[in-house]
C-alpha cells in the first residue's frame, strides 16, 4: 500500500494509480476478513459523520477537521 501510495503522489493525475491504491486497500481488507459489504457500509457511516463535521484549510491547504 505504501509503495501504490508514493507512486500515486508521483502521478496525481493519473487514474490508474488511485485504482492501485483502492485494490490494496480491498485485499488488505479481505485479508483481514473484511468484506466489501462492510466496507462500503463503514464508507457510508464514515462519510455521514464528515458532512457533519466543520472543516478547516491548513497553512499547506490540507483539509482538517475542527475537533469538537
Known amino acids: ?6 507512486e500515486l ?3 496525481p493525475d493519473d487514474v490508474t ?3 492501485d491504491v483502492l485494490m490494496c486497500v480491498f485485499i488488505l481488507a ?3 476478513h473484511i ?5 462500503k457500509r463503514a464508507f457510508r457511516e ?3 459523520i464528515n458532512i457533519n463535521r ?3 484549510k491548513d497553512s499547506k491547504g490540507v483539509n482538517q477537521h ?3
Do not use: G
Open 1 to 6: 500500500l505504501n509503495e501504490e501510495i508514493a
Open 9 to 11: 503522489r508521483k502521478q
Open 17 to 19: 494509480e488511485y485504482a
Open 30 to 32: 479481505d485479508r483481514n
Open 35 to 39: 468484506s466489501y459489504r462492510k466496507l
Open 46 to 48: 464514515k462519510l455521514k
Open 54 to 56: 466543520k472543516w478547516i
Open 66 to 68: 475542527i475537533n469538537q
